[in-house]
């Protein structure tokens, strides 16, 4: 039995990672915002939902396929954007892409991955969406989002809770850098994780390549870095929804949407589809989990555009009770990060099959044969109560 064979949950694999990726990068992943409050609750609060056994139902010729923008998808699950990827396995972007494609579930590449969107339209065939960072620099985001274009990307999730950055005291601690800094401590760190290190002496990809070498004041790691720390845009708001979609002229999916009103607000703007989120935990700490404030955004605007969810999701039981409140679908950033860090692509597949078999083995105990089945119905109903807001 292989090491990945061994992992039945994502915390198993989350445990493998730990011990085969550098710790600046294993943090950055397993970190939140300041006390690390919402990226908790983002985990707990799932298991205050209970689920509704049913039993002497045929289960024959179960189905988890859904649409997501009409694209059918094998499972209601799609990959995060995730920044730096990349460094948690070498060109871990294409890989979990590839893992993706193989699972028949959208893959979204970030503006601040490692390898860049041309790397991942040359390396995989199904169309990949993109993750748009909205920069004060607009004619690079014009030229990114007309490579996102040009590289047939289905669809463009544009984030808009990180026009500042929420404070991360583990990066902070660490010291963290891409590509990192090769301090007495990193060497220290890299000597035990050899394989990790091979491969990234294997590979070009080390740096945040949508930007290296497509603006001209980022043409080494200082000036790089420099530019992306001055560039995230203050003044993002919601007629940037307008002129973004144009130019894209595909679907934009809202991400970052917590609270009833945004969401009013990103669909009134043009979105076609919101993806409920807290960023994982890493930006607002204090706000609600993703899954509490899930059935009132789901209240709001459920009826006027599909609404995906992300935060907290690592098994596939998570996605079932997200469905229950009224997510069409769901997105997973760390589930898919620790499968990388753990066993790269393969590692990444293996974190998709423990979701997928069990959606499928909980849904059946549930006595549904069809996740599109799945709703208020499917959960006891009053073990999330909403929060009162203001
Ligand atoms: C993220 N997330 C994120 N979101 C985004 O829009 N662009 C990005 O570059 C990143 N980068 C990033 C890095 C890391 C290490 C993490 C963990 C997350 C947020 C991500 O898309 C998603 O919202 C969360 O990861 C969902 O929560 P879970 O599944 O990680 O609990």
Not at 17 to 40: C, H, I, L, M, N
Not at 190 to 199: D, F
Not at 201 to 219: M, Q, W
């Given at each position: 039995?292989?090491?990945?064979?061994?992992?039945?949950?994502?915390?198993?694999?989350?445990?493998v990672?730990?011990?085969?990726?550098?710790?600046?990068?294993?943090?950055?992943?397993?970190?939140?915002?300041?006390?690390?409050?919402?990226?908790?609750a983002?985990?707990?609060?799932?298991?205050?939902?209970?689920?509704?056994?049913?039993?002497?139902?045929?289960?024959?010729?179960?189905?988890?396929?859904?649409?997501?923008?009409?694209?059918?998808?094998?499972?209601?699950?799609?990959?995060?954007?995730?920044?730096?990827?990349?460094?948690?396995?070498?060109?871990?972007?294409?890989?979990?892409?590839?893992?993706?494609?193989?699972?028949?579930?959208?893959?979204?590449?970030?503006?601040?991955?490692?390898?860049?969107?041309?790397?991942?339209?040359?390396?995989?065939?199904?169309?990949?969406?993109?993750?748009?960072?909205?920069?004060?620099?607009?004619?690079?985001?014009?030229?990114?989002?007309?490579?996102?274009?040009?590289?047939?990307?289905?669809?463009?999730v544009?984030?808009?809770d990180?026009?500042?950055?929420?404070?991360?005291?583990?990066?902070?601690?660490?010291?963290?850098?891409?590509?990192?800094?090769?301090?007495?401590?990193?060497?220290?760190e890299?000597?035990?994780?050899?394989?990790?290190?091979?491969?990234m002496?294997?590979?070009?990809?080390?740096?945040?390549?949508?930007?290296?070498?497509?603006?001209?004041?980022?043409?080494n790691?200082?000036?790089?870095?420099?530019?992306?720390?001055?560039?995230?845009?203050?003044?993002?708001?919601?007629?940037?929804?307008?002129?973004?979609?144009?130019?894209?002229?595909?679907?934009?999916?809202?991400?970052?949407?917590?609270?009833?009103?945004?969401?009013?607000?990103?669909?009134?703007?043009?979105?076609?589809?919101?993806?409920?989120?807290?960023?994982?935990?890493?930006?607002?700490?204090g706000?609600?989990?993703?899954?509490?404030?899930?059935?009132?955004?789901?209240?709001?605007?459920?009826?006027?555009?599909?609404?995906?969810?992300?935060?907290?999701?690592?098994?596939?039981?998570?996605?079932?009770?997200?469905?229950?409140?009224?997510?069409?679908?769901?997105?997973?950033?760390?589930?898919?990060?620790?499968?990388?860090?753990?066993?790269?692509?393969?590692?990444?597949?293996?974190a998709?099959?423990?979701?997928?078999?069990?959606?499928?083995?909980?849904?059946?105990?549930?006595?549904?044969?069809?996740?599109?089945?799945?709703?208020?119905?499917?959960?006891?109903?009053?073990?999330?109560?909403?929060?009162?807001?203001?």
């Open positions: 039995m292989s090491v990945l064979d061994r992992c039945l949950t994502i915390d198993d694999l989350k445990q990672a730990k011990r085969r990726v550098p710790k600046q990068f294993f943090d950055y992943a397993d970190s939140g915002a300041w006390t690390e409050q919402t990226y908790r983002n985990e707990e609060d799932f298991r205050h939902i209970t689920l509704r056994q049913r039993v002497a139902v045929n289960l024959e010729n179960r189905n988890l396929s859904t649409t997501m923008l009409g694209q059918t998808v094998a499972m209601p699950v799609a990959i995060a954007p995730v920044g730096s990827t990349g460094m948690q396995s070498p060109d871990g972007e294409i890989k979990a892409a590839r893992a993706a494609e193989k699972a028949g579930i959208p893959f979204t590449l970030s503006t601040m991955a490692i390898c860049s969107i041309e790397d991942i339209a040359e390396n995989t065939s199904a169309p990949f969406w993109f993750q748009l960072y909205v920069m004060r620099d607009r004619p690079y985001i014009e030229r990114l989002i007309d490579r996102a274009k040009a590289a047939r990307c289905g669809a463009l544009l984030t808009m990180l026009q500042i950055l929420g404070q991360r005291h583990k990066d902070i601690r660490n010291g963290l850098l891409v590509p990192p800094k090769f301090t007495a401590k990193f060497l220290y890299i000597a035990r994780k050899p394989a990790w290190a091979m491969g002496l294997g590979t070009k990809r080390r740096t945040f390549r949508n930007v290296h070498g497509h603006v001209s004041e980022a043409t790691l200082a000036s790089l870095t420099e530019w992306t720390r001055t560039q995230f845009d203050l003044t993002l708001n919601w007629k940037d929804v307008g002129w973004i979609k144009d130019r894209f002229g595909g679907p934009v999916i809202i991400k970052g949407i917590l609270d009833a009103e945004d969401a009013q607000l990103a669909v009134d703007a043009g979105a076609d589809a919101i993806i409920v989120s807290n960023h994982g935990g890493r930006q607002l700490d706000a609600p989990s993703s899954i509490r404030v899930l059935p009132e955004i789901v209240a709001a605007v459920g009826n006027r555009t599909e609404i995906f969810m992300d935060g907290g999701i690592r098994s596939g039981q998570d996605v079932i009770k997200a469905l229950a409140l009224g997510a069409r679908s769901t997105f997973i950033g760390r589930a898919m990060n620790y499968g990388l860090g753990a066993g790269g692509e393969a590692g990444v597949t293996r998709l099959d423990i979701i997928r078999t069990e959606m499928d083995t909980t849904m059946a105990l549930m006595g549904e044969r069809d996740i599109r089945n799945i709703g208020r119905h499917s959960i006891y109903s009053n073990d999330l109560p909403p929060r009162r807001r203001p």
